[in-house]
């Protein structure tokens, strides 16, 4: 099985230098999809100007953002901060919203320190003119381990809308067959039982989510170099059921490219956005590397893979400092 993998690249800033040279994309810069008219555009999500040149005239029927959260848990800022800063990419959503549209926003808690951001966030939403819907959990197979706390497999999606949007019920069952019996109800002076009144045999999803998989390294869609990669499934579920084909999907923190994907995937057209060219050019190369092969991820392999062969210095820097060996037969 081949193993070339590379570490979290926000975390090793000579890493991320280096690979720089390989992104087609700089800041401001935007590509465009030639076939299904996705774009990736190199921009900050608060910098409005930029997001209406790469939107044009478009608004999105739904927006799905995954904001870096994980910068107040790590100390590199503070709730406070954090709240002030999603502001204004949440008034910059709306901006480029449908009048009847719906935002999911994932968010994690830090249990060691007051669960910041969660509060300091749900608070600032409640000033805006969304409204909530859901509190959303998906559970995790696998936590952070502790032997003084309680294991953490959880993660947060807030769910909110704008108007009155599309909330297409007939595709939030999961695959999990409803084998519970016993729970009965009258219907029209009938006594009904549990499975006659369902309109599918598997357990209808709710907000706490037990059948989707996190990302494991091994994984056949992982994204080596990546961060807390989402689940093309969660991703795919919250499209199918707040989108129609041919809407535009919008995510304003690409990383590695799972909400492009999913669009490809479920005939949704998407524009995302990173400040990072790295992540950019990841989203990218995941969307031609699922066209060419069908792959969803690199699984062993990594997204720079063919530059690495071919540049000495980042071989050389890798096996320095990760002892990462390569096959030099291919």
């Known amino acids: 099985m081949k193993n070339f993998p590379i570490p979290r690249i926000d975390k090793d800033t000579e890493l991320h230098d280096m690979l720089l040279k390989y992104c087609r994309l700089s800041e401001g810069d935007i590509w465009i999809d030639k076939k299904n008219n996705h774009k990736v555009g190199c921009i900050d999500s608060n910098n409005l100007n930029d997001l209406k040149k790469l939107f044009g005239r478009k608004k999105a029927a739904l927006a799905l953002h995954d904001p870096p959260y994980n910068m107040v848990a790590f100390q590199e800022s503070d709730a406070d901060e954090f709240v002030e800063w999603s502001k204004i990419w949440i008034e910059n959503s709306k901006a480029l919203m449908q009048s009847n549209s719906s935002l999911y926003i994932w ?8 669960f910041q951001p969660f ?4 608070l600032m939403m409640k000033e805006t003119e969304f409204k909530s819907r859901s509190f959303i959990t998906m559970r995790n197979q696998r936590g952070y381990g502790t032997q003084k706390n309680w294991m953490s497999i959880r993660q947060e999606l807030l769910y909110y809308t704008l108007g009155k949007p599309q909330f297409n019920i007939e595709n939030v069952y999961t695959d999990i067959p409803k084998v519970l019996k016993g729970y009965y109800k009258e219907v029209a002076g009938k006594k009904t039982e549990n499975l006659e009144r369902s309109k599918s045999r598997n357990i209808r999803a709710g907000n706490v989510w037990i059948d989707i998989q996190q990302v494991f390294h091994l994984l056949y869609e992982n994204v080596n170099g990546c961060f807390a990669q989402k689940p093309l499934k969660a991703i795919e579920r919250v499209i ?4 129609s084909k041919g809407d ?16 490809e995937i479920l005939d949704r057209n998407c524009f995302t956005i990173d400040i990072d060219p790295i992540y950019c050019e990841i989203s990218i190369r995941r969307l031609e590397n699922f066209r060419k092969s069908g792959k969803r991820g690199w699984q062993n392999s990594n997204p720079f893979e063919y530059e690495i062969k071919k ?12 002892e990462i060996q390569f096959d030099k037969s291919k």
């Open 107 to 114: 968010l994690g808690a830090d249990q060691k320190n007051h």
């Open 248 to 263: 535009l999907v919008i995510d304003f923190f690409a990383h590695s490219g799972t909400t492009l994907i999913a669009s």
């Open 240 to 243: 199918e059921v707040s989108s």
């Open 311 to 322: 540049d000495i210095k980042l071989k050389k820097y890798l096996f320095d400092k990760y």
């Open 119 to 122: 509060a300091e966030f749900i």
